[in-house]
């Protein structure tokens, strides 16, 4: 069974810190994506990550897919209370299915 | 607004009981897959269906069926209930048979067992 860790798991930080969470797994990915979270809502892809090494930004956000497909990483900077919610990575396997990670909660103070 | 729409948004019922729960992909999705969250485990894979097929099945107790009909919309059948079934239910939809693309969620559809 593949597996997907998260860390960590929970984070508070005050507004205009940087931050990263980390996605690791032992299994190797075909791609990897992130989701964001937010209280009643379900989940919303943030990005898609395909290629290991890549490196994608989205605006304050920047995501990592580690060389060997296993790990991502998303580093937020100068957080804003808006960032608040549940993080959530997901490996696509080399079958049908998407593997979520436990999400790492990220609250945001102003 | 995903495009997706799950019903019930709540729903209480008692041990022992069976509860279906509804989904309705996006517009123009043939995938659709379930999901279940709770707080200590988070979101656990039990379903995949495309076009009217089951893809692939995760972790879903023999408690539990699903089906995707003719005109695309899914229900997942909990039967049996027990108090550990109390979690949120997720339907997501992709236009892919693979896990290649995104996937757009509903709102989902909070269970819990008394």
């Known amino acids: 069974t593949q597996l997907l860790e998260q860390s960590p798991q929970f984070l508070s930080i005050q507004e205009g810190e940087n931050l990263t969470v980390y996605c690791n797994s032992s299994?190797?990915?075909?791609?990897l994506q992130w989701y964001r979270q937010e209280p009643g809502e379900g989940p919303v892809l943030l990005v898609t990550?395909?290629?290991?090494?890549e490196v994608k930004k989205l605006k304050r956000l920047t995501f990592q897919f580690g060389d060997a497909r296993k790990d991502s990483s998303l580093h937020i900077t100068a957080a804003q209370p808006g960032d608040t919610g549940l993080y959530l990575c997901?490996?696509?396997?080399?079958?049908?299915?998407?593997?979520f990670g436990p999400g790492t909660r990220l609250s945001v103070l102003p | 607004d995903s495009g997706v729409t799950q019903t019930p948004k709540h729903l209480i019922t008692a041990t022992g009981q069976r509860v279906t729960l509804r989904c309705s992909p996006r517009?123009?999705?043939?995938?659709v897959y379930w999901y279940q969250q709770s707080l200590d485990q988070g979101l656990q894979f039990l379903i995949h269906?495309?076009?009217?097929?089951?893809?692939a099945k995760g972790n879903i107790l023999e408690r539990f069926s699903a089906q995707q009909f003719p005109d695309l919309h899914s229900e997942l059948n909990l039967s049996s209930l027990e108090l550990g079934d109390s979690a949120l239910y997720f339907c997501?939809?992709?236009?892919?048979?693979?896990?290649?693309?995104?996937?757009?969620f509903g709102e989902g559809s909070r269970l819990t067992v008394l």
């Open positions: 997501a939809s992709s236009v892919l048979a693979t896990n290649t693309g995104e996937l757009f």
């Open positions: 299994s190797v990915f075909s791609s």
């Open positions: 990550v395909v290629t290991g090494g």
């Open positions: 997901a490996g696509a396997d080399y079958g049908q299915n998407f593997v």
């Open positions: 517009s123009g999705d043939l995938s």
């Open positions: 269906y495309y076009n009217g097929e089951e893809r």
